[in-house]
């Protein structure tokens, strides 16, 4: 075997030291690119959220549609694709959501404004549409630095959902309280139900889709829909299948209203008569008096 000489093995040093320069440079690149996507993000977001106005006054003048628009008109003046807003108190979640019937992924990778990014914003399946279908699908990215859907996961433990059972989903005609029921992972490379076929379901859709949901629950809620409850199911992204999502499927709370049925209370023709006597011989001895 023939040696190296000394010229050849300085080019071979120096040119694994040129490759392991460019794979640095490459790693730092990206890692520079992936912070700035990240705060920058952010600031878009905190910067949407400043446009939600905080000084809407509730009187009884007023519908709920009308403080809802009020409350989020700026956000459709800025984008017409501004369909609501969701959050989940004390976690990430709390942002625009969006639709785009005749580009239903559109901002799975554009922002608010509509330019590029990995971030994107969540929205509504295509097949969805408020007010009119009886499960409404949001779907958001699983992000490694914790924002968009990614505290979704988090309800896979029940201590998680105890602290975190309330959703709200606000849209441009109400205020939307939803009650967590199911989280359950979802392998998608093997699975025949595909949940987000369920959007206008009938009865006997609507039971499917509960018993399928209760099938692959994480744990016991103890919440429960009946048809006829709106239905909020979340979607993203979970890294233990190859191609697995994470669903979480909630109901809104209906405010229970108490019909209140007026009746007369029977009266006795005795008590009648006595009370129109005793009348009739207050206005004679008045006379008599006079």
Not at 127 to 136: A, K, M, S
Not at 258 to 280: I, R
Request: with cysteine; aromatic share 12%.
């Amino acid at each position: 075997m023939k040696k190296l000489n000394a010229k050849t093995k300085k080019i071979i040093g120096m040119t694994i030291m040129s490759v392991l320069a460019v794979i640095a440079a490459v790693a730092l690149s990206v890692s520079v690119y992936q912070t700035f996507a990240e705060k920058q993000s952010a600031q878009e977001f905190e910067e949407i959220e400043m446009l939600i106005s905080d000084s809407v006054e509730e009187t009884d003048e007023k519908s709920e549609q009308e403080m809802a628009y009020e409350k989020y008109q700026a956000l459709l003046e800025e984008n017409g694709d501004f369909i609501g807003w969701i959050k989940i108190e004390g976690t990430n979640v709390n942002y625009p959501v969006m639709q785009t019937v005749d580009n239903p992924n559109f901002y799975l990778k554009h922002n608010f404004e509509k330019q590029y990014s990995n971030y994107g914003v969540p929205y509504l399946d295509e097949e969805c549409f408020v007010d009119l279908t009886n499960n409404l699908i949001i779907y958001g990215h699983n992000m490694k630095n914790g924002t968009m859907f990614t505290d979704l996961v988090n309800y896979k433990d029940k201590d998680f959902w105890e602290e975190h059972q309330i959703i709200n989903f606000d849209t441009m005609a109400e205020f939307g309280e939803y009650q967590i029921m199911y989280a359950f992972a979802f392998d998608t490379n093997n699975e025949t139900f595909c949940y987000n076929d369920f959007t206008n379901m009938d009865e006997e859709q609507f039971a499917e889709f509960m018993a399928e949901c209760e099938k692959r629950m994480a744990y016991d809620t103890g919440i429960r829909a009946e048809f006829g409850d709106e239905i909020l199911t979340l979607s993203t992204c979970e890294y233990t299948h190859e191609n697995g999502r994470f669903v979480v499927v909630a109901k809104k709370f209906v405010e229970e209203t108490v019909d209140v049925e007026m009746t007369e209370t029977p009266v006795d023709d005795a008590v009648k008569s006595e009370v129109v006597d005793t009348v009739e011989t207050e206005i004679v001895d008045q006379t008599i008096e006079e």
